[in-house]
């Protein structure tokens, strides 16, 4: 079974750019996650879809950053401009619904550095 | 919200067991989970724990005390691949979703 894809692998941009990384889940994984890890700390939940419609955005900047899952498959997130502490790994992560015993898996992640 | 914490750092010998404590503060539990993420890879699930008591897993264990907001992951036999971090992660009924919290890791240094 294929796991989750993300691309790219990383990116390097200058403060107040644009950048957009994508992600692909597990196939027939219903929810599918965005984290930010900053060097040092745990992941840190962005956004989580089920299927194409939003179940938690709450600690999405939403002045700069946004998401889209428009079929309920791949999905993209956009940072726009992108500031100097948004240099992180941006996680994407899925599952196979939001059960009780539902484990989240990792895609690689793309390192992103902001100059 | 949430609050979890975890060592930041421990070393233990090839061969030993190590235990890995993590605390939690959260008005909706719903499970934790133990992950292992080695330097610049992705975190991959470890185990699960919903209700209190042990779980086994080959060389890892995992513990849980609902009511002391406790838990623990058991390491056996250590191996120098199992250097890495570990993060504990809880998931909170609020939202109406599978909202999961990690805590800042405890990087793990297996030495010889």
């Known amino acids: 079974e294929a796991g989750v894809a993300q691309s790219p692998r990383y990116k390097i941009i200058e403060k107040r750019q644009s950048v957009a990384f994508w992600c692909n889940p597990i196939?027939?994984?219903?929810?599918l996650y965005w984290y930010q890890q900053i060097l040092g700390q745990g992941p840190k939940l962005l956004i989580q879809?089920?299927?194409?419609?939003?179940?938690?955005d709450s600690q999405l900047p939403k002045d700069r950053f946004s998401a889209e899952r428009l079929k309920g498959v791949d999905s993209t997130l956009k940072i726009q401009p992108a500031k100097l502490e948004d240099s992180a790994v941006y996680l994407c992560a899925s599952s196979l619904r939001q059960g009780l015993a539902d484990t989240q898996y990792f895609g690689p992640g793309t390192r992103l550095t902001v100059l | 919200g949430q609050n979890i914490d975890q060592p930041t750092e421990m070393t233990a010998t090839e061969g030993a067991i190590v235990q890995i404590n993590c605390t939690y503060q959260?008005?909706?539990?719903?499970?934790l989970f133990w992950y292992q993420q080695h330097a610049g890879e992705a975190p991959t699930f470890l185990s699960y724990n919903v209700l209190d008591g042990l779980e086994e897993k080959g060389r890892f264990s995992s513990f849980l005390s609902r009511s002391k907001g406790y838990s623990y992951l058991l390491l056996k036999e250590l191996q120098m691949k199992d250097s890495a971090s570990y993060l504990c992660?809880?998931?909170?009924?609020?939202?109406?979703?599978?909202?999961?919290?990690f805590g800042t890791g405890t990087q793990l240094k297996v030495e010889l």
């Open positions: 879809f089920q299927n194409n419609g939003v179940v938690d």
């Open positions: 959260t008005s909706g539990f719903n499970g």
């Open positions: 992660a809880v998931r909170d009924r609020a939202g109406g979703g599978n909202k999961l919290t």
């Open positions: 196939s027939g994984h219903a929810t």
